[in-house]
């Protein structure tokens, strides 16, 4: 069963720190790309990071660029989201995806979605 699992959220202060990962469960990320996207209360999904684990290209959305960082380990099994300088404007819940591919689309029509994780920042 093709799985993605969440982890690492929470609430945090502004400026603080947290890192989520995507985990694969019975495929690898060899030959994806990996997008998470998030969605505030009361507004639309948005994209936030992507990386292409064929080349490493990553991609960030203007809004967070120079505070995330988004990552893949050696065995392709795991991708993180490491997110600096939390702001109140990024809480959301965040979800991993992943499209079978070379391109990170800047759309919802990823193959596999991850359950979601709550990420909460207070001022």
């Known amino acids: 069963e093709v799985r993605l699992v969440e982890s690492g959220g929470g609430l945090v202060q502004a400026g603080g720190s947290l890192r989520l990962s995507c985990a694969a469960s019975?495929?690898?990320?060899?030959?994806?790309?990996i997008r998470w996207f998030r969605q505030a209360s009361g507004k639309e999904r948005e994209g936030v990071s992507c990386?292409?684990?064929?080349?490493?290209?990553?991609f960030y959305t203007k809004s967070v660029k120079g505070r995330f960082t988004i990552s893949g380990d050696d065995a392709k099994t795991t991708v993180f989201l490491q997110m600096n300088n939390l702001k109140p404007e990024d809480t959301a819940v965040y979800y991993c995806t992943v499209l079978h591919g070379y391109l990170c689309p800047n759309d919802l029509n990823y193959d596999y979605w991850g359950q979601g994780i709550q990420v909460t920042v207070s001022s």
């Open positions: 990386i292409t684990m064929n080349n490493g290209n990553t």
């Open positions: 019975g495929f690898t990320f060899d030959g994806y790309a």
